[in-house]
Each structure stands twice: as structure tokens, then as C-alpha cells.
């Protein structure tokens, strides 16, 4: 699992295939279509958590003490699964998905079709 913690305002967020961004936004990035590879933008720094220890330890949380350990580490500067950019060549996977939707509905199929509502209220015949 790939996190990013933000120099600004500190704040540490999980990454989703999905935009994200810090609490000031100044930070943020998404996974790639492949689940592995991230991008990053901002003052921000990559952390990782091994996953299957991260799992180990939610399924044995103690109920009294001082927790169950897991391994979590800041990935490198130079990291072939982490691209960092400026915040002016990001591009927010928001953004493709409007386009989608936008495509979707500029299709001749979809505009032209029209449904007829029923009124339960009225007799049609």
C-alpha cells in the first residue's frame, strides 16, 4: 500500500486509482490503471506499508497493550513505481473521467433516445 505524507501541512493520505489530495492541497496523486505504480504531486514524500504484515496485524489486533507491529518505510527519491511531477503537468484522473462522461453523453444514442413515463395516476390507453 502506497501512502504519500505532505511537507505542508502534514497531513498522510492513502492513494486510490481515484484522485487524492491533502487536507491544504498541495499534495496528492492516484494509482495507475496497473494497481502498482504511482503518480505524485507536491511537497510530498512516498510511504509504504508491507502488506501482508499490515494484514497480519489488523487480523491479530490485541485487544489491551501496546499493538501489533508492522513494517512501514519511506520509499526512496529515486523509486521506479513512484513518478513525481509538478502540479502543472498532474493530470487528475478526475479529469478523464468527466471526459467519459461528457463523451457519453454527446452520443448521438443516448441524446436521441426518449423514454415514455407512464403516469399511474392517469388512464392511458
Known amino acids: ?71 512501514s518505510y519511506v520509499i526512496p527519491v529515486a523509486c521506479p513505481t513512484v513518478e513525481h511531477v509538478n502540479w502543472e503537468d498532474y493530470k487528475s484522473t478526475d479529469d478523464a473521467v468527466d471526459q467519459e462522461i461528457i463523451d457519453w453523453l454527446e452520443d448521438d444514442e443516448v441524446t436521441n433516445k426518449k423514454k415514455k413515463i407512464k403516469n399511474v395516476y392517469k388512464d392511458e390507453k
Open 1 to 71: 500500500m502506497k501512502l504519500i505524507y505532505c511537507n505542508n501541512c502534514q497531513d498522510i493520505l492513502r492513494l486510490h486509482k481515484t484522485t487524492s489530495s491533502c487536507l491544504c492541497g498541495e499534495s496528492g496523486g492516484h494509482y495507475q490503471e496497473d494497481g502498482f505504480n504511482v503518480i505524485i504531486y507536491g511537497p510530498s514524500i512516498p510511504l509504504g506499508f508491507k502488506n501482508d504484515e499490515f494484514n497480519t496485524a489488523l487480523d491479530n489486533q490485541p485487544k489491551f497493550g501496546s499493538g501489533r507491529e508492522f513494517t
